[in-house]
């Protein structure tokens, strides 16, 4: 049974008690046996189910009251629970907000046309920042979007684009050259039916799921596909990631409270040298860590979110803290749940094997953890404030 005493914490309101219930409830129903044979479709039927069910409306703003933002504690237990029941339905709903977030925060009336179907489930988005010689060195992208008559021509690749090659449109962020580095990027929203645009490689890894490397071919654009104003796409790109990161911590959390569970299910249940393997003081002392590290995490992540549902502007120190100490820990808590399991914990299609190849990836993507260790240095050298001395009016 899942310890879900985190949601007596201050941190939520009642509203995030009721939602954290009634999605458990159809995780439980819709999700327990997920087919990821087929990934790109999986994904699609995940998307519609989300979408269907009301539960992506909390991944976008309302296009209609965009003011009211994203309640990113919401997030947060949505990622956790999806997380905990299925990687990819954590994935699905996740990309849906990543991908539409800069229109969210910053698109314009017709640009927030898109939120309508990414909230109903019928438009799948994607977020392309990524290129192959510009990974976590962001202010070194090299696709350029040319001003042409009133268009711009874009030009260059992508790569490691989550839901590449099933989306239904792309926010892409490309040089447009207004000054070098990070202050000449701009962010553009492409629909997948731009001609031009070339799903050039579709790539495997090894928790499955749609990802591509894609290729513009002197594509055109209007001008009114730029989101924000020239060269803010670096901002744009970083405002989104705020709010996004510390719900990659929460998926981490959601992988990691699947694994102790099963590891204390298996502890309880395994009998070895005339006793549950539980009464070990050895494994006792594992799923100490464990617990420690899973509730260490939940406080991480969701004061990072309470933090910016209270009114920071800006919460990068805690989104970076959480995003790194829940996807590290949740890394050791899934390594000690295999190691509890013996010989079952590495057969292939068992649920730790399948946590261990899926929270991999978290360490990397969204800034890989030794860039939040270089966010949280630089901001405690800054002397920016801590936690709650960060927030507006709390
Ligand atoms: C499964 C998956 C899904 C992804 N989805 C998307 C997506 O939807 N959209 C998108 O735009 N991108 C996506 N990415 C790309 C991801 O954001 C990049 O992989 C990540 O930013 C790292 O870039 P890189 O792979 O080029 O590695 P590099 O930038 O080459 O970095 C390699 C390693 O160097 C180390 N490192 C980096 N910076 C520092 C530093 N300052 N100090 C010390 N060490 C450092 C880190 O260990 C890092 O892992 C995805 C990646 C994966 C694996």
Redesign the pocket.
Known sequence: MTDRSFLDWPFFDERHRTLAAELEDWAARELAAVDHGDPDAACRDLVARLGRDGWLRHAAVDPEAPEAGLDVRTLCLIRETLARHDGLADFAFAMQGLGSGAISFFGTVEQRAWLARTRAGTAIA?????EPRS???VANIEATATPDGGDYVLSGE?T???NGGIADFYVVFARTGEAPGAKGLSAFLLPADTRGLEVAERLE?IAPHP?ARLRFDNLRLPASARIGAPGEGFKIAMSVLDVFRPTVGAAALGFARRALDAALARAGERELFGAPLAELQLVQGQLAEMALDVDAAALLVYRAAWAKDSGAARITREAAMAKLFATESAQAVIDKAVQIHGGDGVRAGHPVERLYREIR?LR?????S??QK?IIARQALSGAGAGAGAVKGA
């Open positions: 994607a977020f392309a920042l990524t990974g976590s060195d992508k490691w684009i989550s890894v990802l990836a990397i993507y969204e800034g890989a030794e860039v270089v």
